[in-house]
């Protein structure tokens, strides 16, 4: 998985990794890309419902040691 920045949010309860995915994307330029790690599992929702109310891209989701990884592009 490529990516440019990094959030682990993993521990952190939604919206708190909703909140902050956005306040890295929107520093971030167009065409790069977040991988987002999360432990909440209410983030399968908020992520990819964040990224079509924005519109980003959700390029791949992965489950990972009870949590998830999210790669958005901006």
Excluded: W
């Excluded at 995915?21 to 983030?43: C, F, H, I, W, Y």
């Excluded at 959700?58 to 958005?72: I, M, S, W």
């Amino acid at each position: 998985m490529l990516y440019d920045h990094h959030l682990d949010v993993k521990g952190a309860l939604c919206p708190i990794p909703v909140i902050k995915a956005k306040k890295v994307l929107a520093k971030m330029s167009n065409g790069q890309r977040l991988l987002v790690e999360t432990s909440d599992p209410v983030a399968q929702l908020d992520i990819p419902h964040m990224c079509q109310q924005f519109g980003f891209t959700l390029l791949e989701v992965e489950e990972v040691g009870g949590g998830h990884t999210f790669l958005v592009q901006k």
